[in-house]
């Protein structure tokens, strides 16, 4: 980075941007509104449509990674997608729901889809998918709708223990750790850090003049596209390893004060 200046900032919503109510800290899109030379990124697990509303103002000045990477979206547009096979789908539903018991959401491009459960599971998927299907057949979702991945809710909350003990995993597919009770299942190639490099290389933006909050360990590999890498304080310790610093908690608007810091670059 020649200059010395950031051209890319990219942030994840959960335990990141969001405090615990889930709300967006002030000041943040006037940031994005008047810092229109710096490309301002949002990469969460969630559903694009939920992830669009969040930001009324400065949406349209911002492109998204949503799904944990299988998509990417820019002025309402989908310029990147990494969809799954049918037949990897089934044997995903097979191995975590039928098998395991645990409730599985279908995300596709159009909408997500997902079996009546416990009034829980029913609250979370409403506050992670704007567009969301209650459906007897989800094996019938995947003729009209591209899936992109399946989210597995844990209802004990015990995801981090659970992955720990994974085996016989389907073979095309790769399993990641979103929280303390969503894994988040897609074909092997799908990250975040797959679907920054593709904003990267589109934009022509080196990795030195980008910017990457994140709490958890589905945000390490889009970290490791950025050059300034941030965990926030309350991360998991495996991503704080891996972040150049530290920031303030997402209950301290973390992301905010960093940002606050570039305009005098």
């Given at each position: 980075?020649?200059?010395?200046?950031?051209?890319?900032?990219?942030?994840?919503?959960?335990?990141?941007?969001?405090?615990?109510?889930?709300?967006?800290?002030?000041?943040?899109?006037?940031?994005?509104?008047?810092?229109?030379?710096?490309?301002?990124?949002?990469?969460?697990?969630?559903?694009?449509?939920?992830?669009?509303?969040?930001?009324?103002?400065?949406?349209?000045?911002?492109?998204?990674?949503?799904?944990?990477?299988g998509l990417v979206a820019e002025q309402g547009a989908f310029i990147y997608l990494n969809t799954m096979q049918p037949?990897?789908?089934?044997?995903?539903?097979?191995?975590?729901?039928?098998?395991?018991?645990?409730?599985?959401?279908?995300?596709?491009?159009?909408?997500?889809?997902v079996k009546h459960g416990s009034a829980d599971l029913e609250k979370n998927a409403h506050m992670y998918y704007e567009r969301?299907?209650?459906?007897?057949?989800?094996?019938?979702?995947?003729?009209?709708?591209?899936?992109?991945?399946?989210?597995?809710?844990?209802?004990?909350?015990?995801?981090?223990?659970?992955?720990?003990?994974?085996?016989?995993?389907?073979?095309?597919?790769?399993?990641?750790?979103?929280?303390?009770?969503?894994?988040?299942?897609?074909?092997?190639?799908?990250?975040?850090?797959?679907?920054?490099?593709?904003?990267?290389?589109?934009?022509?933006?080196?990795?030195?003049?980008?910017?990457?909050?994140?709490?958890?360990?589905?945000?390490?590999?889009?970290?490791?596209?950025?050059?300034?890498?941030?965990?926030?304080?309350?991360?998991?310790?495996?991503?704080?390893?891996?972040?150049?610093?530290?920031?303030?908690?997402?209950?301290?608007?973390?992301?905010?004060?960093?940002?606050?810091?570039?305009?005098?670059?």
């Amino acid at each position: 980075m020649k200059d010395g200046k950031i051209r890319l900032v990219v942030t994840d919503l959960d335990g990141t941007l969001l405090n615990s109510r889930k709300e967006v800290p002030a000041g943040f899109e006037d940031w994005v509104c008047g810092h229109p030379e710096i490309k301002t990124v949002i990469a969460s697990g969630r559903q694009y449509y939920n992830i669009y509303k969040l930001f009324p103002k400065a949406a349209q000045k911002m492109l998204f990674i949503a799904d944990n990477g299988g998509l990417v979206a820019e002025q309402g547009a989908f310029i990147y997608l990494n969809t799954m096979q049918p037949e990897d789908v089934k044997a995903c539903v097979e191995r975590f729901s039928v098998r395991d018991g645990h409730s599985v959401i279908l995300c596709g491009v159009k909408s997500a889809y997902v079996k009546h459960g416990s009034a829980d599971l029913e609250k979370n998927a409403h506050m992670y998918y704007e567009r969301l299907t209650f459906t007897d057949d989800l094996e019938g979702c995947m003729e009209k709708d591209q899936i992109i991945k399946l989210a597995v809710f844990i209802e004990d909350y015990s995801a981090v223990s659970y992955y720990s003990g994974l085996t016989d995993i389907p073979e095309k597919v790769n399993v990641a750790l979103s929280g303390d009770c969503w894994l988040d299942i897609a074909n092997k190639e799908v990250s975040k850090g797959v679907a920054l490099q593709f904003v990267q290389e589109r934009y022509q933006i080196d990795a030195a003049a980008c910017m990457a909050f994140g709490d958890f360990l589905n945000d390490e590999s889009m970290m490791r596209q950025c050059e300034e890498s941030y965990a926030m304080s309350n991360a998991h310790p495996g991503l704080k390893e891996a972040a150049k610093y530290i920031a303030p908690s997402n209950e301290e608007a973390g992301v905010m004060q960093i940002l606050a810091g570039l305009d005098g670059q």
